[in-house]
Nanobody, 119 residues
């Protein structure tokens, strides 16, 4: 069982920066494919960025060049550095995890953290 706890959301002006953190419980963090998703009101949840166990990142086109995902296996934590924020980045951001080495692994989710970008 993996529990995820996000932090770092808040209110920021357009062009500003925020860093989200997601701390995972347990001792299998190094085996987890980690991701950040977001969901704006009335919209479907979408993948923002992911990072595999080798540290290779993947980004949605809408955030490439502005957001950076990273992980610290020693701290069981994944980060999302968000720069040059835009009002359209406003959403609840969710951390996700899945065992990269088990095809039938369930997805784990955090409770979400609100990010609001004012214009």
């Amino acid at each position: 069982q993996v529990q995820l706890v996000e932090s770092g959301g808040g209110l920021v002006q357009s062009g500003g920066s925020l860093r989200l953190s997601c701390a995972a419980s347990g001792n299998i963090f190094s085996l987890l494919l980690m991701g950040w998703y977001r969901q704006a009101p009335g919209q479907q949840r979408e993948l923002v960025a992911s990072i595999n166990t080798y540290g290779s990142p993947n980004y949605a086109d809408s955030v490439k060049g502005r957001f950076t995902i990273s992980r610290n296996n020693a701290k069981n934590t994944v980060y999302l550095q968000m720069n040059s924020l835009k009002p359209e980045d406003t959403a609840v951001y969710y951390c996700s995890a899945k065992n990269q080495y088990i095809a039938s692994s369930r997805d784990y989710w955090g409770q979400g953290t609100q990010v609001t970008v004012s214009s």
